[in-house]
């Protein structure tokens, strides 16, 4: 047996460690580090830290540096992947023990380290490069939920506790699949669509333009947010048709007849209105993230408002006269129907008595959503909401369902219990976040991948023959990604 040397590490072994540690100390992630070795290991590098160099970062909207170096607060990615590199490339006993014996299993349930879209294997690859690509208020803002993110964990605990009903052999040959669906007169090549998320610019200076042509090459719905940092018209023209358009509503009437007028003018065939957020919303993180500030932080004014009379592109050019200020009750649905001849869709429904009560007002298609978890912390997941509103809307309009889609499944799963579509909303902006257009493009591709093995798996053909049958709801959701601080949710 060989005998076993003493527990005093050498000179060298110490040398090395300390170079190390400098190394890693001197980087951006130093916190990391701090947070996972003996503080002992740290104290003699006292004082031996260079401060970290200048760094800007460019305006979303005119390109212009806008952010300081006192105003940085968040690690690039090059930094990221060069710490990595070096505690791979020590000697395994100079390595300290942060990391589980395999990298491959940890990635598989935290999000892997990528530098190209075709190496994320699931769309939680994309979230970690799109957390390690961006400013930390910019990330706050897409990844809180409200309160302490129950419902965006009970959103994905949903969809886990949903089990899929295999079969394995049909009857006769199966010849294709066809994922096609037709939905307000309009048809797309996947049941899967990209939801309105604002400030897309935010996270890629493509932003909702990218995303726009990744929606086109699948052939998907694409919905574009009230207070997207791109206008209705660049992003149909970089599509090359009309897409759908959210609206949150102004209390001054006039104002909105001018934005309904816009974009029905541009050839918006669909009007969605967001009506999950008439009663506000208590996002903590937001506020916690701006130290109380709010738009009026440093970080924000030089950046998004150092332009004298900026404004986001759908609020130009609606001024001139007041309108009266209607109250918001069902009477204002068929107000907004009547408004243009654009197909109308409520968007925030998740009780079967309001399910009923739109269609009765005139809506022509009903959006099972809770904003992502970012409304009422109601705990209560859209997937567990949807059948009740399947069944109140008994077949007479669409029904559609986002918040908490992050797998193939997750959107089969949907269309067994009567969707006619499924949104997906962080997914996406997580693939714009870190490589734009080309990452979008890779959350679908994964999604619709996923999506058609399980109709393989299930001897399914067509979204059609997707039942109920198809699923069971187990006991407990079935959770193993790991999501503290929210991650993998």
Request: net charge negative; with cysteine; charged share 20%.
């Amino acid at each position: 047996m060989t005998e076993r040397g003493p527990d005093t590490p050498t000179p060298e072994q110490r040398a090395s460690r300390r170079q190390f540690f400098k190394f890693l100390a001197a980087s951006p992630l130093a916190a990391l580090a701090y947070s996972a070795v003996p503080s002992s290991w740290l104290e003699p590098l006292a004082g031996e830290v260079p401060p970290p160099g200048p760094a800007t970062v460019p305006c979303v909207n005119c390109g212009a540096p806008a952010l300081p170096p006192t105003t940085m607060a968040a690690a690039s990615s090059s930094s990221l992947s060069a710490a990595r590199s070096a505690v791979r490339a020590l000697p395994r006993q100079q390595m300290p023990q942060v990391m589980p014996p395999q990298q491959s299993q940890e990635e598989q349930l935290t999000g892997g380290e990528i530098s190209t879209p075709e190496e994320a294997i699931n769309v939680w690859d994309l979230e970690r490069a799109a957390h390690d690509n961006n400013l930390a208020q910019h990330w706050d803002y897409l990844h809180m939920g409200v309160d302490d993110y129950e419902t965006r964990v009970a959103n994905r605990e949903g969809f886990q506790r949903l089990q899929l009903r295999p079969r394995r052999l049909p009857s006769e040959a199966q010849t294709g699949l066809d994922t096609s669906i037709e939905i307000l007169g309009q048809s797309f090549d996947s049941p899967i669509f990209l939801c309105p998320v604002g400030s897309l610019g935010a996270y890629h200076t493509q932003a909702e333009v990218g995303a726009a042509r990744a929606a086109q090459t699948h052939n998907v719905l694409q919905m574009q947010s009230n207070v997207s940092t791109q206008s209705y018209e660049e992003i149909a023209e970089a599509r090359g048709t009309p897409h759908w358009f959210q609206i949150y509503t102004n209390p001054d009437w006039n104002r909105n007849q001018r934005l309904i007028d816009r974009v029905a003018a541009a050839g918006c065939p669909t009007l969605v209105w967001t009506i999950d957020l008439l009663g506000g919303s208590n996002r903590e993180l937001s506020r916690r993230s701006l130290s109380g500030e709010g738009t009026d932080s440093a970080l924000c004014q030089q950046c998004h408002n150092h332009v004298q009379g900026y404004q986001r592109p759908m609020a130009q050019g609606l001024e001139g006269p007041s309108g009266e200020r209607p109250p918001y009750t069902w009477d204002y649905v068929s107000r907004l129907k009547d408004a243009s001849d654009m197909t109308l869709v409520l968007k925030g429904i998740v009780t079967a008595e309001e399910a009923d009560l739109a269609i009765e007002h005139g809506a022509d298609a009903i959006h099972v959503s809770n904003h992502g978890g970012r409304a009422v912390n109601s705990m209560w997941a859209t997937i567990d909401a949807l059948p009740e509103v399947v069944e109140a809307v008994r077949g007479r309009v669409p029904v559609l369902i986002d918040s908490g889609v992050r797998r193939g499944a997750d959107v089969y799963k949907a269309l067994a219990l009567g969707a006619d579509a499924v949104g997906i909303g962080r997914p996406y902006v997580w693939g714009l976040g870190a490589f734009g257009e080309e990452g979008v493009d890779r959350v679908l591709d994964i999604l619709e991948a996923e999506f058609r093995m399980v109709m393989r798996q299930t001897l399914v053909t067509s979204i059609d023959e997707i039942t109920p049958r198809h699923v069971m709801e187990g006991r407990n959701p079935i959770l193993t990604r790991h999501n503290q601080f929210g991650f993998g949710l």
